[in-house]
């Protein structure tokens, strides 16, 4: 090789080493980049010149230099797929434990700053105080005013929960709005990086882009993902396809017409309909089919199924305001459906609250009404013409009364036949004892004080025969129905609490450790920095080397 030429191997170290140094310069200006991947510099030998050939150990051959041959990003595929995968579930927890976290607050301070356990507390204590003098107009005027107050916290409570349950269905419309967004975006990339790629470059940046996507998109539901020859990645997220072969498959969301709750479905999967003027809809009983959640399936990490903070909003928002008869398996129709509780109701964290909040609240009003009605009853036995607790139409008093009465009524198996209307928000106080409390009076015909009813009213609130729902035994009182509710939801919220602090040290370890191999150290980066300046120098030096040799050549020897 001559000294002309020899120049050349100089110069692509020069050029090899100036890549390298940008590379370098790249990597450390992007350091606090989301999304970041730390991008190597590869380096490979030019051919060779064979100048003569004799024993295969002793061929004579020249270098040509060295070659920048791809700048390439450091990824581990193995850590991306458990980072993914455990991120989706710690974020399917985060929103179990927020969602029960708010449904604490609500059910401490709901109302005014004011526990609603005063408000049982403040019955309990009116009743007693009652049953003490029944025939105080005082007595009776504090009795029916403490149920008046009861109720309007018993519905600022219930109120509370329904309106939690609105918002989270928002969010549930929000993430799908995103998600189609991110895979609209998916696929933009898909064909950048493509373009890119078709050449001699190497889309790193497009790509970082991408995998911060899945990222994101992990956290929202499981999600399947493999890169073809050409560059694109194909995406299947809950099973189905999401991005594939050039083409997005939407995710759409299905309105009920009579709560206003959103369900994910495919749209490519969905069975249209065309009403009278041609313009297409989705009947719910074909919903089914294209449905993105399957939310009866049992919630597992054996089964990956506690994957996605969407399906976490699903499940913890349920589909509708849940009420006290569905305990029984009454369903929203009014229909009894056998396990209707556990696969409906039990599997949603608000709609198990309302309904056994609601419960308690049906229990105590229709308890009270019940037994001024056998007091009514109970005296007019013994004189017909009694008036006794009945108001001016001959009617026995009821405290409570519906604000609409549609004259429903449940049938369980067994016969026993439930008057339906007497839940939370349908409740208000006979305006005649609000407005008049001493015509309850307690007093019989022959003007002695009714204690009967007080007692009866007593042993209501201490009679130990009610259950949070059907998958509870142990019977509690209405005095500690209310406190085993919240320490229901405080027990849940420990354990969604703890499950979710152990994901989140999960996610940390491999967050951790993905970030040893795409992360940028800077201190790794100003090494690299003084290594690749040293080779360009070096390069220098062996070029102004060779310039030296050729100008004495030349000059000197005049050759």
Known sequence: MSLMSSLYLGVSGLQTSNNALNTTAHNMSNMDTIGYTRQQVAQSTMGYITISKGAKTN?????????YSQTRQVRDYFLDQNYRRESGRNAFYEVSYNALEEIENILGESYEGHEFSEGITDLWTAVQELSKDPA??????????????????????????????????????????????????????????????????????????????????AKMGSIEYEEDIFGYVSVRFEGADLVKGGLVNTMSLYTDPNTGYYTP???????????????????????????????????????????????????????????????????????????WYDRHISQSLIMNVEAEFDQLINAIVTKINDILREGAEAETKAYPNSTYLRDSDGNPYQLFQKVIDDGSKYKLPDGTVIEGGWNVGNLKINMDLRQNPALLKFRRRESSEDNDVTEKLKAAFE????????????????????????????????????????????????????????????????????????????SSRYINVISEMLEHIINTLAV
């Open 463 to 538: 009679e130990s025969i009610y259950t949070l729902n059907p998958n509870v035994k142990t019977p509690v009182c209405f005095n500690d129905y209310y406190k085993n509710l919240v320490a229901q939801v405080g027990n849940s919220g420990y354990v969604f609490g703890d499950i979710m602090d152990n994901q989140t040290v999960t996610v940390d370890a491999l967050c951790n450790a993905r970030e040893q191999i795409v992360g940028v150290s800077s201190d790794e980066e100003l090494t690299n920095m003084i290594m690749f300046q040293n080779a360009y120098n070096a």
């Open 136 to 217: 105080n107009a005082v007595n009776q005027n504090l009795f029916v005013t403490r149920a008046y107050e009861f109720i309007q916290r018993a519905d600022a409570v219930y109120t509370s929960l329904t309106e939690y349950q609105d918002n989270m269905n928002k969010s549930v419309r929000t993430q799908v709005e995103q998600i189609n967004m991110y895979a609209q975006q998916l696929e933009a990339l898909n064909r950048q990086v493509s373009r890119v790629e078709g050449g001699v470059e190497h889309a790193n940046d497009l790509r970082d882009q991408r995998n911060y996507i899945l990222d994101e998109l």
């Open 265 to 339: 479905y495919w749209e490519m999967y969905a069975n249209y309909e065309f009403d009278e003027n041609g313009d297409k809809y989705l009947p719910k009983e074909n919903l089914a089919s294209s449905q993105v959640f399957n939310l009866t399936r049992k919630i597992s990490t054996e089964s990956n199924t506690d994957i996605g903070s969407l399906k976490g909003l699903l499940l913890a928002r349920g589909d509708h305001h849940a009420q006290a008869q569905e305990l029984k398996d009454i369903n929203a129709d009014g229909v009894y459906e056998e396990s």
């Open 59 to 67: 061929w004579k051959q020249l270098g040509l230099g060295v070659q």
